[in-house]
T-cell receptor, first 113, second 113 residues
Framework: AQTVTQSQPEMSVQEAETVTLSCTYD???????LFWYKQPPSRQMILVIR??????QNATENRFSVNFQKAAKSFSLKISDSQLGDAAMYFC??????????FGQGTRLTINP | NAGVTQTPKFRILKIGQSMTLQCTQD?????MYWYRQDPGMGLKLIYY???????DKGEVPNGYNVSRSTTEDFPLRLELAAPSQTSVYFC????????????FGPGTRLTVL
């Protein structure tokens, strides 16, 4: 069975600085996809970025980028130039052939002004 | 497009009562999902559906039932509510294809007393 682990329950960063959120996963499949979702206090789940396992190039979306290390089964999220609106719970998730998205436990990110 | 809508937004149940959480999507997505999120935790899959008439259990199906008679609707039924079912419930949908993101509803906060 696939698992997703986020070892940092909470992180904080100064506004305008860079922060990295960690995620490791376990799967026996070779074809899968990884996602980072953001959940602000409104509870709405918002897709931040996604990565195909077969692609070596790390995905980037504006200030958000990932460091995908397939052999190590690691998928970290880097947020550059942190903004107050980035404060939220962040969830790492994995989907593979079973069509089911498996979530990590989440990391609560606080932005200090 | 309204996206994924859920009703009600909030509900308080007494132990042993039953209720149905409604979920509707207007994006013609084949896949639909029900998750629960306990405080400070990630989302856990309750049930999912790959199309009308087809449903399957997720990680935590006990105490719940689902049906999928149409593409648009995917109601979740709670029979004999228990305090352990106090949680926030999210419905989600997506198009066929692992790469495609899941779109989430706003959630239903359920309290069982």
């Amino acid at each position: 069975a696939q698992t997703v682990t986020q070892s940092q329950p909470e992180m904080s960063v100064q506004e305008a600085e860079t922060v990295t959120l960690s995620c490791t996963y376990d799967t026996s499949e070779s074809d899968y996809y990884l996602f980072w979702y953001k959940q602000p206090p409104s509870r709405q789940m918002i897709l931040v970025i996604r990565q195909e396992a077969y692609k070596q190039q790390n995905a980037t979306e504006n200030r958000f980028s990932v460091n995908f290390q397939k052999a190590a089964k690691s998928f970290s999220l880097k947020i550059s130039d942190s903004q107050l609106g980035d404060a939220a719970m962040y969830f790492c998730a994995l989907i593979q052939g079973a069509q089911k998205l498996v979530f990590g436990q989440g990391t609560r990110l606080t932005i200090n002004p | 497009n309204a996206g994924v809508t859920q009703t009600p937004k909030f509900r308080i149940l007494k132990i042993g009562q039953s209720m149905t959480l409604q979920c509707t999507q207007d994006m013609n997505h084949n896949y639909m999902y029900w998750y629960r999120q306990d405080p400070g935790m990630g989302l856990k899959l309750i049930y999912y559906s790959v199309g009308a008439g087809i449903t399957d259990k997720g990680e935590v199906p006990n105490g719940y039932n689902v049906s999928r008679s149409t593409t648009e609707d995917f109601p979740l039924r709670l029979e004999l509510a228990a305090p352990s079912q106090t949680s926030v419930y999210f419905c989600a949908s997506r198009r066929t294809g692992l790469y495609n993101e899941q779109f989430f509803g706003p959630g239903t906060r359920l309290t069982v007393l």
